[in-house]
């Protein structure tokens, strides 16, 4: 019997677990970790189940007259390489991109964009979660001069008597942190009565794509009304009177018309937040999943400042991050803008520096690439790669407009996939490397509270699964790269991510496995290895060189598809409890697939008159790009001219079937909240 301290393999919660491997398989339990304190979710209890499954990747695949069949590691390898070399030499090293995944480690992250930039020599490297933190990111950026999810402990929302949640659900898309919430006031803002707004003291029902009207909306109240923070703005801020003026245009009956949420609840909800002692202003993807997310999350991020809550003990603004690794897998590397350290790639200074660790003159390090979607829209086409090598990641389903990336995955000259399960994207791939999941590696993780995490390893990986960290290296030595520069041990590799983000936004220097092995609670920065971590940010100042925090002068603007006389209702898209991102892990454990086993689709019990449909049959629901299949939910309390289907379904259920390429212009995150669609039986034939 062998038992191990280590965290749940989903979210950005990181819950703390223990698990234990008897003659009977592994079992798992919580721990008292702050961020869960014993409690785990449906999906957490399963956990072990992954470990387990039937059709786990053993062996290398190659595909072999369409059929992929099992080779070993040399010969696996050895097809990449000469596939790299000859796009490389025949196109030049941006026909080779790479795709990384939110729920990679730290390591798997940092090693993977040092050996797309140095072993690739590509500038063409991006990952799925652009689909999930970048537009929290950008605004986050801009208002504070630092992106960390949350710039607080989890634990403090326990103290907080109003919290306001712009578009999460976290009673079904991390269900723990809800214990933090018990004693709050809740205000949640959602097209749909979700599990979390059952709980809330005030539901706000706006129109999807409609949020940054109704945030303009409740910072004209505050302003009117006198709730504002004049000394806390006139102390810390800078750019207040511009985004006063805007928000004057936005007066509560012209909200209303716009959002359908009554001013009386508009001013209910200011006058809740302002007036609590301790109050939070919290984002999800149903505010940052918009061609204008980055200026949604900001006019929350402007509310927030004009109430004085930001950079407060028992108060602040803050972001849910969604994969288990999306703080950490976006600050090391593998985005197509950023170096480690979150340093960005076009800085002189940054680039001279992670050079200088890497061993390399700056000037070989490319320049920045092509964001997540942009870099699946260009596959196959005349300047786009040729190849793409896919970690941690599931684009078949989890990519927007998904039948044309779907198309474009099929042009490429050699597809490369690197899973531990036959994903949807495996499926189709040239080479498929099985690779070691949570429980058989070691590493860490950053929750979404910015603490650096320890992921141990409970037991080896089965038949020939090798770690990322190996796969990288022996690619890298293929292509000509001295070995040492990539290193197989995550030790080794942490600690060189510690020089390489010394300095940086995110400075790790401070941490090293001994004090996180210690049980030392380390958020970053952590500059060196006395100082103890900073769980709060800006308590003093805010990260700008003057100290203070921005506001942005936004202005609504209408989703990049609205209704039409074809698609008259709208399609918003999100998560349910059972299952998880693209589902790749959590349809395989029988008790979440039997608790959520296909797809489905929300209407209004008008609506779904209208249209001919009643509750448990087939429905087909159609967009501008094409349709997708799901079985009818009929739910009362639904907006009449809105739909909702979850996008962790394979097939002819993938809710990305109807969502569109619109990007936002600053983040880059897709429009995956909005889809102009129609909806109508399915006809069975015979």
């Known amino acids: 019997m062998r038992t191990v301290a280590t965290h749940c393999p989903y979210c950005a919660l990181q819950c703390g677990t223990q698990l234990t491997r008897e003659r009977r398989?592994?079992?798992?339990?919580?721990?008292?970790?702050?961020?869960?304190?014993?409690?785990?979710c449906q999906k957490g209890w399963t956990a072990p189940a992954l470990l387990d499954v039937a059709d786990r990747l053993q062996h290398p695949l190659v595909r072999r007259d369409g059929v992929l069949t099992p080779v070993d590691w040399d010969t696996a390898l050895g097809v990449v390489a000469d596939g790299v070399r000859r796009l490389r030499d025949e196109h030049g090293p941006d026909a080779v991109g790479v795709f990384g995944g939110g729920g990679l480690t730290n390591e798997k992250a940092y090693l993977l964009g040092k050996f797309a930039r140095l072993a690739l020599g590509?500038?063409?490297?991006?990952?799925?979660?652009?689909?999930?933190?970048?537009?929290?990111?950008?605004?986050?950026?801009?208002?504070?001069g630092v992106d960390r999810?949350?710039?607080?402990?989890?634990?403090?929302?326990?103290?907080?008597?109003?919290?306001l949640l712009a578009g999460a659900n976290p009673a079904e898309t991390m269900p723990p942190l809800m214990q933090h919430l018990r004693s709050a006031q809740l205000i949640v803002i959602d097209p749909r009565r979700t599990a979390t707004a059952e709980r809330a003291a005030l539901h706000l029902q706006p129109a999807p794509g409609t949020d940054l009207a109704l945030v303009l909306g409740l910072l004209h109240v505050a302003v009117v009304d006198g709730w504002t923070d004049e000394d806390y703005i006139a102390a810390r801020t800078t750019g207040f009177e511009a985004t006063r003026q805007r928000a004057m245009t936005w007066w509560p009956e012209r909200v209303e018309r716009v959002t359908g949420v009554p001013?009386?609840?508009?001013?209910?909800?200011?006058?809740m937040l302002a007036e609590a002692g301790s109050g939070y202003v919290l984002t999800g993807r149903g505010a940052e999943q918009h061609s204008k997310g980055t200026d949604t999350v900001a006019g929350f991020i402007d509310l927030a400042l004009a109430l004085?809550?930001?950079?407060?003990?028992?108060?602040?603004?803050?972001?849910?991050?969604?994969?288990?690794?999306?703080?950490?897998?976006?600050?090391h590397g593998q985005k197509a803008d950023q170096l480690p350290g979150y340093r960005m790639i076009d800085d002189p200074r940054a680039r001279e520096h992670v050079a200088g660790v890497w061993g390399v003159p700056p000037e070989v390090l490319p320049g920045p690439g092509r964001s997540a979607y942009e870099l699946l829209d260009a596959l196959g086409t005349a300047n786009g790669p040729r190849a793409l090598l896919v970690f941690g990641s599931n684009p078949v389903v989890s990519a927007p407009n998904a039948a044309h990336i779907g198309d474009r995955l099929s042009t490429l000259d050699l597809l490369v996939v690197a899973d531990f399960v036959p994903s949807e994207t495996a499926r189709i791939a040239d080479v498929v490397l099985p690779v070691t999941q949570w429980a058989e590696e070691e590493g860490t993780m950053t929750n979404l509270e910015g603490r650096v995490l320890r992921r141990r390893r409970l037991q080896v990986p089965p038949g020939h699964a090798r770690s990322d960290l190996e796969v990288l290296h022996g690619l890298a030595v293929r292509l000509g790269e001295p070995g040492h520069r990539y290193p197989t041990g995550p030790r080794e590799v942490f600690d060189e991510l510690r020089r390489a983000s010394a300095g940086g936004k995110a400075d790790y220097s401070g941490i090293s496995y001994e004090r996180l092995d210690a049980g030392e609670a380390l958020h970053w920065p952590c500059p060196d290895t006395e100082h103890p971590g900073t769980p709060r940010l800006?308590?003093?100042?805010?990260?700008?060189?003057?100290?203070?925090?921005?506001?942005?002068?936004?202005?609504?603007?209408?989703?990049?598809?609205?209704?039409?006389?074809?698609f008259p209702l709208t399609a918003t898209t999100g998560r349910v409890?059972?299952?998880?991102?693209?589902?790749?892990?959590?349809?395989?454990?029988?008790?979440?697939?039997?608790?959520?086993?296909?797809?489905?689709?929300?209407?209004?019990?008008?609506?779904?008159?209208?249209?001919?449909?009643?509750?448990?049959?087939?429905?087909?629901?159609?967009?501008?790009?094409?349709?997708?299949?799901?079985?009818?939910?009929?739910?009362?309390?639904?907006?009449?001219?809105?739909?909702?289907?979850?996008?962790?379904?394979?097939?002819?259920?993938?809710?990305?079937?109807?969502?569109?390429?619109?990007?936002?212009?600053?983040?880059?995150?897709?429009?995956?909240?909005?889809?102009?669609?129609?909806?109508?039986?399915?006809?069975?034939?015979?």
């Open 25 to 40: 398989g592994v079992s798992v339990r919580p721990t008292d970790f702050p961020v869960n304190r014993g409690g785990l």
């Open 122 to 144: 590509t500038s063409q490297i991006d990952y799925n979660g652009r689909f999930c933190m970048s537009s929290a990111a950008a605004a986050g950026n801009a208002a504070f």
């Open 149 to 163: 999810g949350l710039p607080f402990p989890v634990t403090d929302l326990g103290g907080a008597d109003v919290v």
């Open 263 to 271: 001013v009386s609840a508009q001013r209910q909800a200011v006058r």
């Open 308 to 331: 004085g809550l930001p950079g407060r003990i028992g108060s602040g603004y803050g972001c849910l991050t969604g994969q288990g690794n999306g703080q950490g897998g976006r600050e």
């Open 538 to 566: 800006f308590l003093d100042s805010f990260a700008h060189s003057d100290g203070l925090a921005r506001f942005a002068a936004v202005e609504h603007r209408d989703p990049a598809e609205g209704p039409q006389e074809a």
């Open 577 to 686: 409890l059972a299952q998880y991102q693209s589902g790749a892990q959590t349809r395989r454990v029988a008790e979440l697939n039997e608790a959520a086993p296909e797809a489905f689709v929300e209407i209004h019990p008008d609506t779904a008159h209208r249209a001919g449909l009643a509750d448990g049959v087939l429905a087909r629901v159609i967009s501008p790009r094409g349709s997708a299949l799901a079985r009818v939910r009929v739910v009362a309390t639904m907006r009449t001219d809105t739909v909702f289907l979850p996008f962790h379904f394979p097939g002819t259920g993938r809710a990305n079937l109807l969502t569109g390429d619109a990007l936002d212009p600053r983040s880059r995150m897709p429009e995956f909240k909005v889809s102009s669609v129609r909806i109508e039986p399915e006809v069975i034939a015979g």
